[in-house]
């Protein structure tokens, strides 16, 4: 007995040059998986690591099939996506930009009908807690207020990143040495 195949997808199909008697015209569309949370702990060597991300998937692509006829063939299940976020974590994630890219190159390489997407990342930083005057080699506490922010868009074979941190707060005390100092008033 030979393994089942999977169906062939539908032929990419346009909504505005079919369009329903009712005038109703299918637009540009995306859909996705939202907030995976994926916390990594690395422990390959005595003093192990941690990364925490919140993770998004949209893809974007002809899914009018899907919309038009019912046929989900050319619908990449979001349980799937959040999998797919789980999976590449297990490899190691390294900077949420990169660990963005990685996303969106393998959803757009692997799938034709998918021709791009946004996937959006938010890090929450933690910090070694302090034992007996020493940074503990695996206990950890949340860091600061600050959430670093990666934003990467695909459309095509273009790929944009966008990257920030959201909640970070500075100061800085005028003192000895402040005055004439590029982007720094000083009073009298």
Same mark, same amino acid.
């Given at each position: 007995? &030979?393994? =089942? &195949?999977? $169906? !062939? =997808?539908?032929? =990419? *199909?346009?909504?505005?040059?079919? =369009? $329903? !008697?009712?005038? /109703? %015209?299918?637009?540009?569309?995306?859909?996705?998986?939202? !907030? %995976?949370? %994926? %916390?990594?702990? &690395? *422990? @390959? &060597? !005595? *003093?192990?690591? /941690?990364? @925490?991300l919140c993770v998004t998937s949209q893809l974007r692509g002809d899914f009018t099939a899907a919309h038009v006829d019912g046929d989900t063939r050319c619908v990449v299940a979001t349980d799937t996506q959040k999998n797919t976020i789980f999976a590449f974590a297990r490899d190691g994630i390294g900077s949420p930009e990169a660990f963005l890219l990685r996303l969106a190159d393998h959803f757009t390489g692997s799938f034709d009908w998918v021709t791009g997407g946004r996937w959006e990342a938010e890090s929450t930083a933690w910090q070694r807690i302090e034992a007996h005057g020493a940074a503990h080699d695996h206990a950890f506490v949340r860091g600061g207020q600050e959430v670093r922010t990666a934003v990467v868009v695909a459309d095509g074979g273009a790929r944009h990143v966008i990257a920030g941190l959201r909640g970070s707060r500075c100061s800085r005390a005028p003192g000895r040495g402040s005055r004439g100092s590029p982007g720094i008033a000083t009073r009298r």
């Open positions: 007995m &030979t393994a =089942p &195949t999977a $169906p !062939e =997808p539908p032929a =990419p *199909r346009s909504a505005a040059s079919d =369009p $329903p !008697e009712s005038g /109703i %015209v299918l637009g540009a569309n995306q859909y996705g998986k939202a !907030e %995976v949370r %994926v %916390v990594k702990l &690395t *422990r @390959d &060597t !005595e *003093r192990h690591e /941690i990364d @925490d």
